[in-house]
Structures are given as structure tokens and as C-alpha cells.
């Protein structure tokens, strides 16, 4: 039996984290533990709802305020119904984005600050922290050509990829000082090779974790 544990995937936009993420779930489940998976904003069927409003480049009205906001109303509904319940029953949550994306998206990107995202954290999450981040790190060029590249092919979810070279730079830049700053917890990891080659530095990572909280 495993033990619960806690992973997101941290990323800019065009980073891979979500097909990293999914073949992680693939491993682990091969190997027998118990996974479950979600996203920021979303997750539950409110935060789904939430999310269209938040990604549609037609909420172009949307102020950095209400945004931040509702952000955490979908993450609250994530850990309550959704993250929360699965720790509890021992299982492995993968989750593609959690509060790191709201202090370097909101907080820096968007110049609200680390102080009124922690506030909100404090509210919506009570003290649930990954016990690992897997921040895979991009330059920011490559980063805002797969993006594009994706939205070419039909993504609907394309405001915040809207958003200036200078903003996503400071969301960048804000990703690295996390990383740099709680070393324990992030781990970095360079997401411009090849998928597999991806695949196989996370699954490093992330052994030794799951490993100690075999019973």
C-alpha cells in the first residue's frame, strides 16, 4: 500500500507539463498505486465552469483582482471535493498546476504580490503543500512557440497565453526564484529534450518519494 502523496507540475505556458503528468499517472499506475489525477483551474465540475470563464480570451474585462479570486475559488473546490478525499484514502494526487502558479502568475505576472496569494492560500487550501513540484523550466521562446502552436490547432484556452512577452517573463523568472528558494520541495527540470528523456527525469525524481511511503 502507498502512503498518500502530493505532486504537482509546475510550467509556462508550452512547457509539457500536462503530457508529463499524464505519463507519470500511466507509471505509477502500471506499478500498481493508486492515482489520481486533476488541474488548476478545474478539477470538479465547478471549477471546470470557472476555468471557461478565466482561459476564454473573451473575459478580456476580467480585472487582476477577480481573477486571483477565482483562481482560488476553483482551487478550494479542488481541495475540498477532489485532492483532500484522495490523500485521505492514501492514494497519489497528481496535480497539473496548484498555488505556485497563482504567486508567479498572479503575484508577480500580474503585480498583485506573494503576501494577498499566501492570504487567499491560507483560506482555500489550509495548509495542504505538495510534498514535491516538478517545475519543468523552458526558455521563454520556445515556451511561447508551443503555445501558439497549440492554440493554432484549435485550443480555445488562450487568454493568458495572450498576455505580453514581458509578463510571461516575469511569471518565468518568478518560477526559478520558487525553485530557488524552497530546494527541498521543487525540483527543476530542463523540458526543452525530447518527451521520453522528460519522462525519465521525472520518474527519477519522483521514485525515492513514493518509494518512502511504501508501508
Known sequence: MTRSLFITFEGTDGCGKTTQMRRLAARLRAEG???????????????????????????????AAAELLLYFASRAQNVDECICPALARGEIVLCDRFTDSTLVYQGAGRGLGRDAVLSLDAIACRGVVPDLTVLLDIDLETSLARARERNRKGSSETRMDDQSVEFHRRVRDSYLELAAAEPARFRVIDARRDPESIAEAVAAVVRPLVEARRD
Open 33 to 63: 498505486r493508486p492515482v489520481v489525477e486533476t488541474v488548476e483551474p478545474g478539477g470538479t465540475a465547478i471549477g471546470s465552469r470557472i476555468r471557461a470563464i478565466l482561459l476564454d480570451p473573451a473575459s478580456r474585462e476580467l480585472s
